[in-house]
C-alpha cells in the first residue's frame, strides 16, 4: 500500500464517499474504510482532521440517541407503567413508572406527568434500535415549568453550545435568559421578554446555517449585541 | 380521438450523427441539480434534465409504521416514483401503476446499497421521486435526485450514487436518449453507479445490442456517469459556498 497521506483540508465540505485520507490513521466519527485502505466520508460534513484521527463533523442528519444524554422530550403517550416520550429521534423514548418497593427510593411527585407536558430527561440506556430507556430520576431533571421551546438540528447542538460552553454562555448573557440545550436539538429558553427571545431564534438560526463558516462566535455575539441595542 | 398525436421524426439520427435535437451522439442533455429545496422533507433536491423536472424528498430515519414492517438488525428503505397527471403530453391517471411500481423498486434497488442501513436499525427511510414533467430518462434522473436527497438528510452513506441513460439509435450509440429516441429508438439502457467503486447498481436493457455496441454503450454510460457524478458533488457543496462568500463578503 502506498504511503500516508491527507487528501482533503482541514474543515472542508465534504459529500459522501469522498477520499479523504489514507494510510495510517485512526476512524473518527462517521468515516469508513474501503476495501483498497483509503478512509472515506460517511455523510455530508467538514473533514475534521486531528493528529492521527480522521472524522467527519456532520452538517445535517436525525438524531440518535447516546448513553448519558440529556434531551428535551414531550409526553406523547401514558399507558399503565410507562411514560412514553417523544425525543425528535426515529426512536421513541420510555419512562417506567416505579411500582411496590422502588417508589420509596424516588421522589413521585416527579411522575405526576400529562399528555403534553415537556420534560428534561437522561438517556439511561439504548441497544442502538427498539428499547430506548430515559429517567428523569435525577437533580434537575424532570417536568419543565414555562418557558419556551426552539429547535435547532440535532447536528447543530455542539455549534449551539460551542467548545467549553462558549457560544450558549454567549447565547445567555446577551440575550438575559435560561437556556437549556438538549442533545436532541430541542432547546427550552425562559427569556425577560418576547424580544430576547425573538432575538435568540434569529441567532439559532444563524449558528444553523452558517456553522461551517470560522468565527461564528463572534458574528453570534456581534448579531445579538445589534438585536438587542436600541 | 387521442387529443395528441406523436409524430415519428422521418429521421432519428443522420449519417453524420446529429440527433432530432441536435446533439452529437455522445453529448447529454443539459442538466442542473439543486439542493435542499423543500422545508418540510429531511433531505431533498430538484433535478432539472432536458425536459425533466423532478423533485426528490427523503423522510428519516425516522420512525416505522405500521409497526411489524420493522426489521430490527437495519433500516427499511421505501421508495415511491410517482408521476403527477400534468407531466405527460396526455393526462396521466393519478395514482401507481406497473410501471411505476416497477421503478420504485428499481430505484430503491439502485439506491440501497449506498446507505449504510445498518446504522439505523428498526427506522425508515422514505425517499419520494415526484416526476412533475416528463421527457425521457426520469428513472435515472430520478436516481441523482433521489440520492442528492439522501445525502442532504445528513444520511450515512457509502458514496453517492449517480445515473444515466444509454441507447441504440440505428449503428449510433447514443448518450442520454431524448423522448424521440426513447420512443423510436433501437435500444434503451438505463444504468446507475455508486461511486466512487463505479459498482452498477442498476442496469436495465430494452431492446437489442451486439455485445460490441454493449461495450460501448457501458463505456459511454460510466464516462456520463463519471461527469454527473461532479455535478451532483457541486449541488451539493454550493450551498455552503454560497453562505461562507456571503458570511465573508459581510464580515
Known sequence: MSESAILVKNREVVVPGQPLARGRFKLGRDVFRDESGIIRAKKLGLADIKEDTVSVVPLSGAYIPKEGDIVIGIISRISGSTIIVDIRSPYQGVIPIPRGRATERVDMRKYNLKLGDVILAKVKAFDGSSSLLLT?????????????????????????????????TILKEKTRSDIIVGNNGRIWVRSPSLRELLALEKALRKIETESHVSGLSDRVSSFLTQELSD | MPLYVEKKPEVLITEDGVRTDGRKPYEMRPVRMTVGILDKADGSAFIEWGGNKILAAVFGPREVHPKHLVLPDKALVRTRYNMAPFSTPERKRPGPDRRSVELSKVIREALKPAIFVENYPGSVIDIFIEVLRSDAGTR???????????????????????????????????????????????????MAMLM?????????????????????????????????????KEALKRPYQVVERSVRGVV
Not at chain 1, 434537575?140 to 467549553?164: C, H, W
Not at chain 2, 452498477?200 to 464516462?223: V, Y
Open chain 2, 196 to 232: 466512487e467503486a463505479e459498482e452498477i447498481t442498476l442496469l436495465q436493457t430494452d431492446g437489442p445490442m451486439t455485445e460490441e455496441q454493449f461495450r460501448e454503450a457501458l463505456k459511454l454510460g460510466r464516462n456520463s456517469i463519471r461527469f454527473l457524478y461532479e455535478m451532483q
Open chain 1, 136 to 168: 428523569i430520576d435525577m437533580e434537575g431533571l424532570g417536568k419543565l415549568e414555562g418557558g419556551y421551546i426552539l429547535e435547532v438540528e440535532p447536528a447543530k447542538v455542539p455549534r449551539v453550545i460551542g467548545k467549553r460552553q462558549s457560544m450558549l
Open chain 2, 140 to 190: 435515472v434522473a430520478g436516481v441523482n435526485a433521489a440520492s442528492l436527497a439522501l445525502a442532504n438528510a445528513g444520511i450515512a452513506m457509502r458514496g453517492l450514487v449517480a445515473a444515466c441513460a444509454v441507447g441504440r439509435v440505428g449503428d449510433f450509440v447514443v448518450c442520454d436518449p431524448n423522448h424521440d429516441e426513447d420512443m423510436w429508438g433501437d435500444a434503451d439502457m438505463p
